[in-house]
Structures are given as C-alpha cells and as structure tokens.
C-alpha cells in the first residue's frame, strides 16, 4: 500500500496481497457494527470496485481504474461525501407500471434511473 494513501476519516483497511479493502464502519442503534461504503482497491492493475451496504455498484460516476495516488486519495474523500439518495416516497407513484426515467425500487421507493445506485455527489 503507498504510503501517500490517505484514507476517509473513521475508514479501516485490510490489505491481502496486493488488494487493499478500504471501508467506513459504523455502528447501529442497537450497537451493531455495519460496514456503509466499501472500495475494493487492486493496485496491481489500479483497479476500483465500489459497494455500499454489500451492494456492488456497477453504474457508478466513479472511475473504475486509477493513475496516481493522489487521484486516488480523492475518489475515496468523494465517495466518502456522497448522500444517500432518498428517492420519491409517495404513494400516488404505486399505479404506475413503467417509467423510462426511473423504476420501483425494493418494491417501496422510486428512484431515478440515472441514480438508481442511491448515491448522490
């Protein structure tokens, strides 16, 4: 791991080989520790993969690859910063049977297509 990484404030690691997974830990009401975001860094071929609550996010405005550290140190701050997206939560949308510009999520939630991933930057 290069030692110019600086990670999110409160994020932990585990390296494994040449494979660090760098996450953000928090803790529940109930005292249940629950890991929020997660990047799976492979700096043998500067590659990213991006989760949140254990979900991979495939459509991601983040790159999936890296040049330098410094590049690095600041998709991790950025997706550290990145908001939930809370979606549309109205009732009146639970008639609608398809939508081009966003779809029924978990069966509850509407949310846009362009962010269906749930985080907003």
Not at 64 to 89: H, T, Y
């Amino acid at each position: 791991m290069p030692e110019d990484l600086k990670l999110p404030t409160g994020w932990q690691e585990l390296l494994v080989e040449r494979r660090l997974t760098a996450y953000s830990l928090k803790t529940t009401k109930e005292g249940i520790p629950l890991v929020c975001k997660c990047v799976m860094i492979d700096f043998e071929h500067s590659t990213l993969d991006f989760y949140y609550l254990s979900k991979r996010l495939d459509r991601c405005d983040y790159p999936s690859q890296f040049r330098e550290v410094e590049q690095l140190n600041k998709i991790l701050w950025d997706f550290e910063c990145a908001k939930i997206c809370p979606g549309i939560n109205n009732r009146r949308f639970d008639a609608v049977k398809g939508m081009r510009t966003g779809q029924l999520d978990a069966g509850k939630i509407w949310r846009s297509n362009k962010y269906s991933k749930h985080l907003i930057f």
